[in-house]
T-cell receptor, first 114, second 115 residues
Framework: AQKITQTQPGMFVQEKEAVTLDCTYD???????LFWYKQPSSGEMIFLIY??????QNATEGRYSLNFQKARKSANLVISASQLGDSAMYFCAMREGISGDMRFGAGTRLTVKP | EAQVTQNPRYLITVTGKKLTVTCSQN?????MSWYRQDPGLGLRQIYY???????DKGDVPEGYKVSRKEKRNFPLILESPSPNQTSLYFC??????????????FGPGTRLTVT
């Protein structure tokens, strides 16, 4: 069964506007971590933000914030004030418990329009 | 410079010819992992290693082998490559994988084509 689902294959956003990339997950483990990575066209994987299942507050890192809704099992990435350099593939990922098993979603390709 | 290196970066080979993709990290990380990336499928984990001499299967281990004889190296071995193993491969490492936050550091990727 798919553990991480990203339902938006592609998204467009106007420069300087905010955008939300969706991610839902499936786990029965009460302890887990959620990650977002960015992959620009150059191909490298860049870590953006992390949310632990026991964290009380939503994670934020600069212009990135994670809208964590535990009951809904969603971990959406919000990018504020989009920039042209934000155009990339974005992947949501999850690790359960203390396992080394990491699951990634299929990704969302974000295009920022000038 | 702290980094994960992979070699080769690009490889074109033929079906059945054994190959090894090397991965090395200089950060003394305990955890290392291999992923393959295919369009529409995201990254899928092939194998991971929690520490030296400890390896476990990920989501798609068939057709691959790994070894972890020393902390810094985690080679990926394709004994008899087939065209369906054509993909972009990433190696990653992390200080450890106990409960809590541990960012994975990714290598630059190896693009493999099997004809």
């Amino acid at each position: 069964a798919q553990k991480i689902t990203q339902t938006q294959p592609g998204m467009f956003v106007q420069e300087k506007e905010a955008v939300t990339l969706d991610c839902t997950y499936d786990t029965s483990d009460p302890s887990y971590g959620l990650f977002w990575y960015k992959q620009p066209s150059s191909g490298e994987m860049i870590f953006l933000i992390y949310q632990g299942s026991y964290d009380q507050q939503n994670a934020t890192e600069g212009r990135y914030s994670l809208n964590f809704q535990k009951a809904r099992k969603s971990a959406n990435l919000v990018i504020s004030a989009s920039q042209l350099g934000d155009s990339a593939m974005y992947f949501c990922a999850m690790r359960e418990g203390i396992s080394g098993d990491m699951r990634f979603g299929a990704g969302t390709r974000l295009t920022v329009k000038p | 410079e702290a980094q994960v290196t992979q070699n080769p970066r690009y490889l074109i080979t033929v079906t059945g010819k054994k190959l090894t993709v090397t991965c090395s990290q200089n950060m003394n990380h305990e955890y290392m992992s291999w992923y393959r990336q295919d369009p529409g499928l995201g990254l899928r984990q092939i194998y991971y290693s929690m520490n030296v001499e400890v390896t476990d299967k990920g989501d798609v281990p068939e057709g691959y082998k790994v070894s972890r004889k020393e902390k810094r190296n985690f080679p990926l071995i394709l004994e008899s490559p087939s065209p369906n193993q054509t993909s972009l491969y990433f190696c990653a490492s992390s200080p450890h994988m106990i409960q809590g936050f541990n960012e994975q550091y990714f290598g630059p990727g190896t693009r493999l084509t099997v004809t």
